[in-house]
Every structure is written in C-alpha cells, then in structure tokens.
C-alpha cells in the first residue's frame, strides 16, 4: 500500500485555481442572464456569426430610420398646422377682400387686414422646432424670412417705389396718383408686381430659405422630401398681395385704383389657397407614406429580433440558475479556504 504526500498548501492553491474559474464563469453567466443572449457569439454560433453580425446591422439601421421617422412625422405635424394657419389667414384676407370690391367697408378695413396677414405669414414661415426653422428647406438654421413689407425701409420698399414710379410717372404719394385709372392699375400689378417680386425678387428681398427641401430616407430602400420651403408659390403670393395692398391702400391712388388693386389681390389670394390646399395634401400624402414605412419597419425588426434571439438567446431561467450555482460554489471554496488556511501542526503541539 502507498501513500501519497498531501500539503495543506496545495490544497488550498487547487480551491484558489477553482474559485478563480469559477468567478470567470460566473461574469459570462452574469452577463447573458442580464443581456440575454450568448456572451461570446464566436464561440457559440461558429461559423454562424458572420450572418447574425448582420441581422444585427440591419436590425440597428432599420430602428434608426424608425426614430428618423418620428422626427420627420413630428415636423411635417408641425408643418401642416402652419399651412392651414396660413391659409386661415388668407381666407380672411379674402373676405376683407370681397367685402372691400363690393362697396361695402372702407379701404382701412382691408389695409388692417393685409398687415394682420402679412404679420401672421412672417410668424408663421419662421416657425422653429427643436432650433431648426421648417420652413428653410435645407438651409435649417438659417431664419428664411424677412420684413414682408413694401413699407418698411429698406430694399423692398425701394425696388418697390422705383417700378411704381417707372410705370406710372408719378410716387405713390405724389396727388398725380390720384389719375390712375383701372387698366393702369390692373396692368401693374400682371406686368410688374407679380413678375418682379412674386419670382424674381422673392429670394433677393425676403427669403434665405433653400428650394431644396430636406430628404430623409424612411425605409430601407425609399426616400420622401419631408420639408416644406417658404419659397412655395402660395406663400409668396399671399405674401406680395398682401405687401400690395399695405404699401398702396392709404397712398394718394384713387377709388378706382383702390377697387382694381384689390380685385386684382382677390384672384392672387385666391389662386394662392388653391396652392396652399395642394401644398397640405402633397404633405399630408408624405405623412402618411412615413407611418405606413414606420409600420413595415417595426414588423421586419420584429422578425430579425425574434430569429436573433433563436440564435444567440439563452433560457433566462437557466442562466438565472446557473448563477445562483456558481456563486454558490465560489462561497463554499472562499468557506474552505479559510477553513484549510487555518490547519497547522502548532495548534495541535501541547
């Protein structure tokens, strides 16, 4: 029979190698019980792990987009209720309008109105959400309108004056206004103030907004323009009738110019709330090709989530129960450890 030499010592350094496994275990135990799924995918999925890399870089991309999404959806919100707002205004400016050619409210009536329009449009085209303005196009820090105004010094009010001044002879304020009759009028406002300052002078006088509208990818393989520009032909429009009618109600033209200058600003309102009315339904179709690209999105993610988690998910009840073990174990090796720790000859030599 034979006997093999035993220390206390190697004892206790085989439960100290033991314990020390153990806590190894227990921290990739730890993490699939808090994550789960697989702590090393490599070493679970084998050659696997190339194609579940890339379900999770789809899955990753597709909820970027669907968070995009809501951003893009909470703006074009936004950007639908200043359109109606906007159209509001016009209507009541059309009204005033009406009202006004028909002979039955003073021209300060309709005057007070273009300024509450043209107060309300400039509010309402500067619209900021979140620090960037809706209505710039992709120019989203830059403010996109000025003073909507033919009265206020400045450029506007200057080009304004000069092409007043170049079609009939006389200034606004000059008495000799008072002459001009209907055709004059009528032919000013088709033959200079629409071509000059509803296309031309629109981007020189009043806007820094960008034509190009913001383009956001709302699902994998489609894309939607999810910005409005204040530079939309109805906005100016409104705008230039509006600015019109300001600079020129209270001037010394007479009745009759008075009466053609707002027929002439009614079928510009009215032309612009049948653009606003196209502007809201192009938008509202954008709106609702997000959420219909929202919904495909989150049922994909669904379905790369529930076939990553076939592959790489572990049973939460099972890595909860191996780490109650392993710390169980590793609690006991600390308990015999200090337990070996203590054996010595000299506590048992009288």
């Known amino acids: 029979m034979k006997t093999s030499f035993v220390s206390s010592s190697a004892i206790s350094q085989a439960m100290r190698y033991s314990m020390m496994r153990n806590q190894a275990a227990?921290?990739?135990?730890?993490?699939?019980?808090?994550?789960?799924?697989?702590?090393?995918?490599?070493?679970?999925?084998?050659?696997?792990?190339?194609?579940?890399?890339?379900?999770?870089?789809?899955?990753?991309?597709?909820?970027?987009?669907?968070?995009?999404?809501?951003?893009?959806?909470?703006?074009?919100?936004?950007?639908?209720?200043?359109?109606?707002?906007?159209?509001d205004a016009a209507q009541s400016l059309l009204s005033a309008l009406t009202v006004h050619t028909a002979g039955r409210t003073d021209f300060t009536i309709t005057k007070d109105a273009a300024e509450k329009t043209l107060a309300t449009l400039t509010a309402l085209l500067n619209t900021n959400v979140a620090g960037e303005y809706i209505f710039a196009g992709i120019n989203t820090d830059a403010k996109p309108i000025g003073d909507l105004s033919f009265t206020a010094p400045g450029a506007a009010k200057t080009d304004f004056d000069a092409a007043f001044l170049a079609h009939f002879g006389v200034a606004p304020d000059d008495p000799a206004a008072a002459s001009i009759d209907t055709a004059a009028m009528e032919s000013f406002m088709t033959t200079v103030v629409e071509p000059q300052f509803v296309d031309a002078g629109w981007p020189a006088l009043w806007s820094s907004a960008s034509d190009q509208r913001i383009v956001s990818r709302i699902a994998l393989n489609e894309t939607a323009e999810t910005s409005v520009s204040a530079n939309e032909i109805g906005f100016r429009k409104i705008a230039v009738a509006a600015a019109t009618l300001n600079a020129l109600l209270s001037s010394n033209i007479g009745d009759e110019a008075r009466a053609a200058l707002s027929e002439r600003a009614a079928v510009m309102v009215g032309e612009a709330l049948g653009d606003l009315a196209n502007l809201e339904a192009r938008t509202g179709i954008v709106e609702t090709r997000i959420a219909d690209a929202t919904k495909r999105l989150e049922g994909q993610s669904d379905l790369f989530q529930k076939h990553i988690l076939k592959t790489e998910g572990v049973d939460p009840y099972e890595a909860a129960t191996r780490v109650s073990d392993l710390l169980g174990h590793i609690e006991t090796s600390y308990a015999l450890t200090a337990r070996i720790q203590q054996l010595s000859l000299l506590r048992f030599i009288s």
Not at 31 to 44: I, M, P, Y
């Open 26 to 87: 227990l921290v990739t135990a730890q993490k699939e019980s808090n994550t789960g799924f697989v702590a090393d995918k490599g070493l679970a999925l084998g050659t696997r792990t190339t194609q579940s890399i890339s379900f999770m870089r789809e899955l990753d991309r597709m909820k970027n987009i669907v968070d995009t999404n809501a951003l893009a959806a909470s703006r074009l919100s936004v950007t639908q209720s200043a359109i109606g707002q906007a159209a």
